[in-house]
């Protein structure tokens, strides 16, 4: 039997339309969290007291009945949150799919850097994901994420076009079957081509911003292994030169490769949350995003079971980085 929480909870949201309620169900993870408190942490662009007034409205139902704010949740409980009277005004994304792969079992998308995944927070409607549902309204089946990838990263995006594959492939990465490498310049050189970063991680209890990660020693386990591709130790403006590395991750953590990578010293350039600076100049090719690329993807597929790699090309501007640097450098 599947893992209880690879299952899809309840019917699924028509994100081609406007989103009119959330739905939760809480996790061991979760706990110990009072009602007010999760919502804050789930849709965190309104504050607590916003939410103990929807809350109070009954706007806010807990196991279909209505709830008090400071109700402690328990493990498998729902939460439903009806948005309906402070909706956004809905419009379409207007994103193009850049597919790389397509058959009846999965669509693999080469998502852009700056691009977000799913909806959250101020970002309802002009996700990757909307435009998919919006793509493929006419079908039984509207593709469903397997993973994720942050905002400024790039890369290999797998979604499943039937809750049967979703689950197939959600396995084989809760297995950690799935083979995921990234790409990153980072600054500075290493003292040695490879290695491996094992670093327990967990959120940073110290910042205000909500997915901000750190090691601690109380964190979840998280392994990463490393392969310097090639180095420039002089590098105008980066007095500790700059390197291209590949990154295969065994954990799936929240921005792991990013906080990994910034605990060893050599943090990922234009890395907003952990590095040295907000964008970069790179002979000459002004970088704004994060350049962290989702390289390859492999996996079983899950009909026929045959492994399967997916690449993505690098993004113009990290690809123009890299020539510069590296004009010789043949991978």
């Known amino acids: 039997m599947y893992p209880q929480r690879l299952r899809q909870k309840g019917p699924l949201k028509d994100l081609a339309a406007p989103i009119e309620s959330f ?25 607590r007291a916003f939410f103990q007034r ?44 850049d597919k790389i792969y397509e058959d009846e079992a999965i669509l693999v998308l080469n998502k852009k850097p700056g691009t977000i995944v799913h909806p959250t927070g101020v970002h309802l409607y002009d996700t990757i994901l909307n435009a ?18 942050d905002k400024d990263t790039s890369g290999v995006l797998i979604l499943a076009k039937s809750e049967k594959f979703r689950t197939h ?18 600054h500075g050189v290493f003292s040695q081509r490879s290695g491996e970063i094992a670093l327990p ?34 590098v105008e403006g980066f007095q500790d030169g700059l390197s291209l590395v590949d990154v295969h991750i065994k954990t799936g953590r929240t921005h792991q490769i990013r906080v990994h990578m910034s605990a060893i010293g050599h943090p990922v350039i234009a890395d907003k949350l952990y590095g040295r600076e907000k964008e970069a100049n790179i002979c000459g090719a002004r ?45």
Not at 23 to 47: A, G, H, N, Q, T
Not at 74 to 81: D, N, P, S, T, V
Not at 205 to 230: C, N, T, W
Request: overall charge neutral.
């Open 287 to 331: 970088i704004e995003t994060h350049l962290l690329h989702a390289m390859s993807f492999v996996c079983r597929h899950p009909i026929t079971e045959k492994e399967m790699e997916f690449t993505a090309p690098l993004p113009d501007d990290f690809q123009r980085a890299v020539d510069a640097l590296f004009p010789s450098l043949k991978i």
């Open 23 to 47: 739905d939760y169900v809480i996790s061991e993870d979760d706990l110990p969290c009072r009602v007010d408190s999760f919502i804050k942490k789930k849709l965190p662009w309104r504050s």
């Open 132 to 149: 998919v549902h919006a793509q493929y309204k006419d079908c039984a089946y509207r593709p469903t994420l397997i993973h994720r990838l």
């Open 169 to 186: 492939l959600a396995c084989q990465i809760e297995k950690r079957e799935v083979a995921k490498t990234y790409r990153t310049l980072t």
């Open 54 to 97: 929807m809350i109070d409205d009954g706007l806010v139902t807990l196991n279909g009945q209505r709830t008090r704010a400071g109700r402690y949740l328990l493990a498998g409980e729902r939460i439903h949150i009806d948005i309906s009277q402070y909706q956004q005004e809905h419009s379409e994304a207007k994103i193009e799919l």
């Open 201 to 234: 991680l967990g959120d940073n209890k110290y910042s205000h911003i909500r997915l901000k990660q750190m090691v601690r020693f109380d964190g979840l386990p998280s392994l990463s292994l490393y392969e310097v591709k090639a180095s420039a130790p002089y």
